[in-house]
């Protein structure tokens, strides 16, 4: 199985920014597509983006041009640089591993972190 562990989240104002990781263990990590999901209270749960071992990336559009996923597959580890941050970006965010499938789906994800929540003040 692969383990998933977010870190870097917190209390941040609107207009900054903050680099989220998520550190996986497990076998075949190049394998997998790495996403970052959020989840608002009461709504349900968003895509944000998404990387594959090679470069490729996708991203949702509320979040494209401000923020970038990357990855380092040599230290099993996938980033979200988020800068701008706006009040609505507050959530808890969720890094999953995903092999293939339509990645906007959670579905797909059979790997989930326990997330890290991301509170922007206005």
């Known amino acids: 199985q692969v383990q998933l562990v977010e870190s870097g989240g917190g209390l941040v104002q609107a207009g900054d920014s903050v680099r989220l990781s998520c550190a996986t263990s497990?076998?075949?990590?190049?394998?997998?597509?790495l996403g970052w999901f959020r989840q608002a209270p009461g709504k349900e749960r968003e895509f944000v983006a998404v990387?594959?071992?090679?470069?490729?990336?996708y991203y949702a559009d509320s979040v494209k041009g401000r923020w970038t996923i990357s990855r380092d597959d040599a230290n099993n580890t996938v980033y979200l640089q988020m800068n701008s941050l706006k009040p609505e970006d507050t959530a808890v965010y969720y890094c999953?591993?995903?092999?293939?499938?339509?990645?906007?789906?959670?579905?797909?994800?059979?790997?989930w972190g326990r997330g890290t929540q991301v509170t922007v003040s206005s």
């Open positions: 990387s594959w071992s090679g470069g490729s990336t």
């Open positions: 497990g076998r075949t990590f190049s394998s997998y597509g």
């Open positions: 999953a591993a995903i092999l293939s499938g339509v990645v906007v789906s959670p579905r797909n994800y059979p790997y």
